[in-house]
């Protein structure tokens, strides 16, 4: 059984950095895609960042590049997103996801989930 298990969140300051993250287990596959996600409260699931399967290259979306950025440590089963200059609008809850496809750009690409973890900008 495949279990994602989010870790990182918290309160930060805006302008600051903090990293997420996201430890895999029970996955079959050695190469599928991982991405983040993250959900403002009222708002949709929007995707951050997304890192191939093939050849680990990765996708950041445009309202976070720059700032946001995704690895991976094959050896430890876990994916990172580190997160800079933060700002209040970054508030929500950010999800893992992993997908049984190797690369995987759209929500609806994925197939299982964390249960996320808060992240709060606030001053």
């Known amino acids: 059984q495949v279990h994602l298990v989010e870790s990182g969140g918290g309160l930060v300051r805006p302008g600051g950095s903090l990293r997420l993250a996201c430890v895999i287990s029970?996955?079959?596959?050695?190469?599928?895609?991982i991405g983040w996600f993250r959900q403002a409260p009222g708002g949709e699931r929007e995707g951050l960042a997304c890192?191939?399967?093939?050849?680990?290259?990765?996708y950041i979306a445009s309202s976070v590049k720059g700032r946001f950025t995704i690895s991976r440590d094959n050896a430890e089963n876990t994916v990172y997103l580190q997160m800079d200059r933060l700002k209040v609008e970054d508030t929500a809850v950010y999800y893992c996801?992993?997908?049984?496809?190797?690369?995987?750009?759209?929500?609806?690409?994925?197939?299982?989930w964390g249960q996320g973890t808060q992240l709060t900008v606030s001053s």
């Open positions: 890192l191939s399967g093939v050849d680990g290259s990765a």
């Open positions: 996801a992993a997908s049984l496809r190797v690369i995987a750009t759209k929500i609806y690409e994925y197939n299982y």
């Open positions: 029970g996955f079959s596959k050695d190469d599928y895609a």
